[in-house]
């Protein structure tokens, strides 16, 4: 499979990345990007310590961000499968905002297959719009491919409608070739706008602008050569708005304007929402924002 | 053989580490002589952006400090300057000064330091109070730091001024974020090599340096910043009001047409502390 999807030149990549960063973005651009961002944002809350209460307070945050009407609200909320029909219950079956959760055993997956998909079963059953499930690591790293793919087919399955999101942990799968690979072996089986995922968000390295620009050429190879467009979300680690900038730039110079929605791209994120209302806070009264005038977000990542 | 001269970058002195502008835009700074000395950073607002979230970084483990430990690192810092006296009387007489006017000017400095390192662990006792009510109530009021507090030196006595307006506002753990004299600002070049070796921990205090014109609108409004003091002319203090009355911040500002003098007595004392203390009055209910 290596040899057909063709290796990842490393360098070019942290060379193109590099100059991601260099744009200059102001006024008018800048806020459209950040209103972008906002409405892009799957705000996650992925604690052991996580209750009902906390889930209906961020389903809030999710359906009004902030007093000013003009800013959207963000595309998911994105919780564990137990929370799900609370989130359900918080922001109602007539909802902008989609509710994702994880299943499969996240974050690690070691658990039988039938123990996942009855997870999966479970939260769409309590009204989950989007699945984010985990490759089995342990197998693709063996070079059991076959078993990887099945498994994402089966879970695809088991999602019905519901939109599925394949995280790959890049952090776990070591270098950029795997990283397309993992991608690659993902998107032959999903269907047009499912996602690949960069990460948990619960190991060390999370998504960096490499990781997304490795994972969005594929996309885009993947595009051309079958006409299938598979969306994208790189999860944990963004922070600012600054980086969810960077990243939006990447799409649209490798992507075009059609990834720039939140149907195609995504930012899996807790802190980054405030970041992002604090700067357009800022470009609408030209005076820089204190970050506690944004209520406190979920810190897991 | 001839040796090329080493001449030093000045570098301002944020968040812990030596930076030049975002920017990258200097301006020259002439010597007493009016021959070309260095270039020196041209602070913008994004470098007093960038300086203000180090100085929030820093400023609850500051805060969380002992008042003991704040005081010793106040006083080592006192100890820094006296051991480098000569680079600073050096860095004096870029801007002009006589060698016995910068020995008079540093030792008042070192002083100031000694001062209000003394206060660190006395002023609470001093400015907080039991209070007597007519109810069962053990009523008492205490002082908290307000937080991230701007500053904007004067243009004379660019070390000694400097040192009077940061030392009040870190005695009591506040972070700093202090904009240099703009024709003498070397001294707070090399008063940031002092600091980086004071134990100080970074981003405590930040010092740029730049044009008054292009950053006092943004201290009036950037609503992180708690408090602002110093040194303003007319039309930055009606700049710096208009500013922190949108962000309701608390201003103690001298008059820059007025004149000071920074040696004196009276440039030290207790209510420069208290300028940048918020008090927190506590009712706690007493058994019969």
């Not at chain 1, 003009?70 to 922001?91: D, E, F, G």
Request: charged residues 20%; aromatic residues 8%; proline residues 5%.
């Amino acid at each position: 499979m290596f040899n057909e999807i063709g290796p990842v030149d490393g360098v070019g990549i942290e060379e193109r990345v590099a100059k991601y960063t260099t744009r200059s973005i102001k006024k008018n651009a800048k806020l459209f990007g950040l209103k972008l961002a906002t409405s892009m944002v799957d705000l996650t809350t992925l604690e052991g310590k996580d209750t009902p209460g906390k889930v209906a307070s961020l389903c809030q945050k999710a359906l009004s961000p902030h007093d000013d009407p003009s800013i959207p609200t963000v595309a998911a909320v994105c919780v564990y499968p137990s929370m799900v029909r609370h989130a359900r219950r918080a922001l109602g079956s007539a909802t902008p905002v989609r509710i994702a959760s994880v299943a499969t055993a996240f974050p690690s997956g070691q658990a039988p297959l039938r123990t996942r998909l009855a997870e999966v079963r479970a939260a769409v059953g309590d009204g989950a719009d989007e699945i984010d499930m985990v490759i089995n690591r342990g197998a693709f790293l063996a070079g059991e491919f076959q078993l990887v793919q099945d498994e994402i087919v089966a879970v695809r399955e088991t999602c019905g409608p519901a939109t599925l999101k394949v995280i790959l942990e890049v952090s776990e799968l070591e270098t950029y070739d795997n990283i397309r690979a993992a991608s690659f072996l993902a998107m032959r089986v999903l269907r047009p706008n499912d996602f690949i995922k960069t990460s948990t968000g619960k190991t060390s390295l999370n998504a960096t602008l490499g990781n997304n620009q490795v994972m969005i050429e594929a996309i885009r190879d993947f595009y051309l050569n079958t006409g299938t467009a598979i969306a994208m979300k790189p999860a944990g680690g963004i922070r600012t708005a600054k980086q969810a900038l960077q990243f939006l730039v990447a799409v649209k110079e490798t992507l075009g304007d059609d990834w720039l929605t939140n149907t195609r791209y995504r930012f899996g994120a807790s802190s980054l929402l405030n970041d992002l209302l604090r700067q357009i806070e800022k470009e609408r009264t030209g005076a820089y924002q204190a970050p506690y005038y944004f209520s406190e977000a979920a810190e897991s990542y | 053989m001839t040796r090329l001269p080493i001449t030093k970058t000045p570098k301002v002195y944020v968040g812990g580490a030596f930076i030049r502008s975002e920017s990258a835009r200097t301006f020259a700074l002439p010597d007493a002589a009016g021959n070309f000395f260095a270039n020196i950073p041209q602070c913008t607002r994004k470098d007093l952006r960038n300086a203000v979230e180090a100085a929030a970084k820093a400023g609850p483990g500051w805060a969380k400090r002992t008042a003991y430990n704040r005081g010793q690192i106040i006083y080592r810092l006192g100890e820094m300057l006296e051991a480098r006296k000569a680079d600073m009387a050096d860095a004096l007489a870029v801007g002009g000064a006589t060698k016995a006017a910068a020995a008079r000017e540093i030792t008042a400095t070192i002083d100031r330091l000694i001062y209000y390192a003394g206060w660190a662990d006395k002023y609470e006792q001093v400015l907080g109070s039991v209070n007597p009510v007519a109810a069962p109530y053990f009523n008492f009021t205490v002082t908290e730091p307000m937080g991230i507090i701007g500053l904007l030196a004067p243009e004379a006595a660019p070390l000694l001024a400097l040192i009077s307006l940061i030392a009040p506002a870190i005695t009591s753990g506040n972070t700093v974020v202090a904009l240099a004299s703009t024709t003498q600002p070397y001294p707070a070049i090399v008063l940031g090599e002092m600091l980086a070796t004071s134990d100080l921990p970074g981003g405590v205090v930040n010092l740029l340096t730049g044009y008054r014109k292009e950053l006092v609108p943004t201290f009036a409004t950037h609503t992180h910043l708690r408090g602002l003091g110093g040194v303003a002319s007319a039309a930055e203090r009606q700049t710096l009001k208009l500013g922190a009355a949108d962000s309701v911040k608390r201003v103690k500002l001298l008059k820059a047409e007025e004149p000071f003098d920074w040696f004196a007595e009276k440039a030290q004392g207790l209510y420069e502390v208290r300028d940048h203390l918020e008090f927190k009055t506590t009712w706690h209910p007493i058994g019969a």
